[in-house]
Structure formats: structure tokens, C-alpha cells
């Protein structure tokens, strides 16, 4: 995963949904950087785009299950690194 990959799911974790043109606005690059990264990161099954139900023109980005899973995870060891493991 690139450093690129992992700032879109932070974006997306953070807002919940967003278009490709929001994140690409919110990480200040371009709508055709930001659709690549998603891509992959779809292909990878940690995002997925959805249609919008009211403006067909409009597609969505979220999180799926297995990339909520893998960013909890990552939060756990960035945990367990900064605090030392839990050996309660």
C-alpha cells in the first residue's frame, strides 16, 4: 500500500463517504491521482464505489467491512508500539 493508498482511507474513514472530487479537494491532487488510488485500493477490497440514489452522475466511496477490519488492526499495532504491548 502507498502513502497515497492510505491518506484516501483516512479520508474516507474519517468523513464516512465521500466523492472522488472531495477526497481528491481534501488531498489537494487531481480527480484522475485520486480515482487510480481508489481503484486499487477497490481491486484490494478495502473501498467500494456505490452510485448515488438520487444524481446517477455521482459516485461514492466507502470503506468496505475488510478495510474497516484492516484499519482497526493498524490501530492496534500502531498502539502497541507507541505504548508497549498489553501484558495485563
Known sequence: ?????????????????????????????SDGSTGAWVRQLEQAGIVERFKDHVNHRWT??????KGV?????????NREVR????VG
Not at 477490519?69 to 499495532?77: C, I, P, Q, S, W
Not at 505504548?83 to 498489553?86: A, L, T
Open 69 to 77: 477490519r484492516l484499519r482497526e488492526r493498524a490501530r492496534k499495532n
Open 60 to 65: 461514492w466511496v466507502r470503506m468496505t467491512a
Open 1 to 29: 500500500m502507498t502513502v497515497h493508498e492510505l491518506a484516501v482511507i483516512l479520508v474516507v474513514e474519517a468523513r464516512g463517504q465521500l466523492r472522488i472530487g472531495d477526497i481528491s479537494a481534501i488531498l489537494n491532487v
Open 83 to 86: 505504548d508497549g504491548p498489553d
